[in-house]
Every structure is written in structure tokens, then in C-alpha cells.
Nanobody, 121 residues
Framework: QLAESGGGLVKAGDSLTLSCTGNGRGLTSYTVAWFRQSPEKEREFVAAESWRSTAPNYAASVKGRFSISRPNSQTQYLQMNNVAPEDAGQYYC?????????????????WGQGTQVTVSS
């Protein structure tokens, strides 16, 4: 089971940190990714990190602004800096047992319920 938190209303240019918590087993043996969805778009890949702690995979639209990290075995953070209006949407964390931090949505087995990010300009 995954649970996201940290969403809210931010101004463009501000920062926000989202958390993904793995209940029960934790996240140590899982590749964890973030996806987002807005009413106008399909769910899209944001970032992913392998449980092998290799270089994370970022979508081009967030590279250099967003970063992911794991402060402990239960949690992964998505640090969002210089947030833009186009970053608004429902953010989901997802997990898979494979070590490959793929951007393909259908490759992820476990999903959270999402947390909403709203950006004001």
C-alpha cells in the first residue's frame, strides 16, 4: 500500500515536497516512481528511482527542477522546486519490484490514491 502526502496550493516559483510512504513492507525493495495527471492530460511520468539507488530517471519537463530521494526505508520524497503552472495536477506514487526505473505507467504494480498540487500564477 502506498500513500502520498504533501500536496497543496503553491505559487509559481515556489517549492513543494511530496511524500510517498510505503505501509507494511516499506520501499526498500521497490522502484518507486511519480506520475501526475491533470484534467487536460493523460497520466504522465514525472520521475523514478530504482531500489538499487542508481541514477534517477526524470521527465524532461521536470529535469533540473524536481528531485527524488529516500530519507528512510519507508518514504520517498519528490522535491519540487521552481514550480510552474503546468506542474499542477494529481500526483501519484507507484512502485514495482523490478530495478528498472521505467517511465511506463503500465509497468507499475502498486499505486497510491494521489495528492493534489495546485499552482497559482
Amino acid at each position: 500500500q502506498l500513500a502520498e502526502s504533501g500536496g497543496g496550493l503553491v505559487k509559481a516559483g515556489d517549492s513543494l515536497t511530496l511524500s510517498c510512504t510505503g505501509n507494511g513492507r516499506g520501499l526498500t525493495s521497490y522502484t518507486v516512481a511519480w506520475f501526475r495527471q491533470s484534467p487536460e492530460k493523460e497520466r504522465e511520468f514525472v520521475a523514478a528511482e530504482s531500489w538499487r539507488s542508481t541514477a534517477p530517471n526524470y521527465a524532461a519537463s521536470v529535469k533540473g527542477r524536481f528531485s527524488i530521494s529516500r530519507p528512510n526505508s519507508q518514504t520517498q520524497y519528490l522535491q519540487m522546486n521552481n514550480v510552474a503552472p503546468e506542474d499542477a495536477g494529481q500526483y501519484y506514487c507507484a512502485a514495482r519490484t523490478s530495478e528498472v526505473p521505467t517511465s511506463l505507467l503500465h509497468e507499475y504494480t502498486y499505486w497510491g490514491q494521489g495528492t493534489q498540487v495546485t499552482v497559482s500564477s
